[in-house]
């Protein structure tokens, strides 16, 4: 591993949130976004010309609401739902989950210490309180699943999700990359968890540059100890950045 990279007016970056902005919290809701966060991201937005974005398995309404009232450009549900840099929205249509979420819930009311997390495309079973029912949870999303084929299991830290297949942190890069001001730029993924890894994968692939966050292999050519190290170089990339440009062209 390498020390981070400096970035520069060429770059896109790309980052996660729980884990990697933020501290994981016991439960979804508990998040603590800390000070001075949504100032750096803005300023980073604005000396990056737009070209940032968070690539996040979080739902859209979850992202603005701890970045209020920052509202930056947003892949969100793993690439499931996009708010583009122009405002305008695009939606994978959503699986039929009522099978999962049925079975989920059950699992839920019978133990104490899980949690699920309804989303718009996808379902999340949470047993970070009760590790111990790790298996029983995968157990039952598997037999729930049976016979779906529009789904996948995604397992992340403590959390499996049933989602749609094929989509991915990659995927969800890789379109924001064919599109400004995101096109013709080198990308940065920072991310913390096995979910973040085909984010990884698409930005080398790009000739970016990828940053794990945290312990763990990984794609990443870069590795920072926690989210507030990635913070800290975050604030020092703000300071080290020019100020921001008007609008510049890019390669389509």
Same mark, same amino acid.
């Given at each position: 591993?390498? &020390? *981070? @990279? ?5 770059? +896109? %970056?790309?980052?996660?949130?729980? =884990?990697?902005?933020? /501290? ?72 039929? &989950? *009522? @099978? ?5 819930? +059950? %699992?839920?009311?019978?133990?104490? =210490?899980?949690?699920? /997390? ?88 790009? =000739? ?45």
């Amino acid at each position: 591993m390498q &020390l *981070l @990279p400096l970035l520069t007016p060429e770059n +896109a %970056l790309f980052l996660d949130f729980d =884990g990697t902005l933020a /501290e994981i919290a016991p439960l979804p809701d508990a998040v603590r976004v800390p000070s001075g966060l949504v100032h750096t991201l803005a300023s980073l937005q604005s000396q990056l010309g737009g070209a940032l974005a968070i690539v996040t398995g979080r739902r859209e309404a979850d992202i603005d609401g701890f970045l209020s009232p920052l509202r930056l450009t947003l892949a969100s549900e793993h690439g499931a739902r996009y708010r583009l840099s122009d405002g305008s929205r695009l939606e994978l249509p959503p699986p039929d &989950l *009522l @099978p999962v979420t049925i079975a989920a819930q +059950a %699992l839920v009311d019978r133990n104490t =210490g899980l949690v699920i /997390e309804r989303k718009n495309a996808s379902v999340a079973l949470h047993y970070r309180l009760a590790p111990q029912l790790q298996a029983e949870c995968r157990n039952v999303l598997v037999s729930a699943m049976a016979g779906m084929q529009d789904v996948e299991l995604l397992e992340g830290k403590c959390v499996y999700e049933v989602k749609p297949v094929g989509v991915n942190k990659g995927r969800a890069i890789n379109a924001f990359m064919s599109q400004p001001p995101f096109a013709g730029r080198i990308p940065v993924f920072v991310g913390d968890d096995v979910t973040d890894e085909a984010g990884f994968f698409a930005v080398r692939e790009l =000739g970016g540059a990828a940053i794990k966050v945290g312990e763990g292999p990984t794609h990443a050519q870069y590795r920072c100890l926690s989210p507030a190290a990635l913070r800290g170089w975050l604030a020092s990339v703000r300071t080290a950045l020019p100020p921001a440009q008007g609008p510049r062209s890019h390669a389509a």
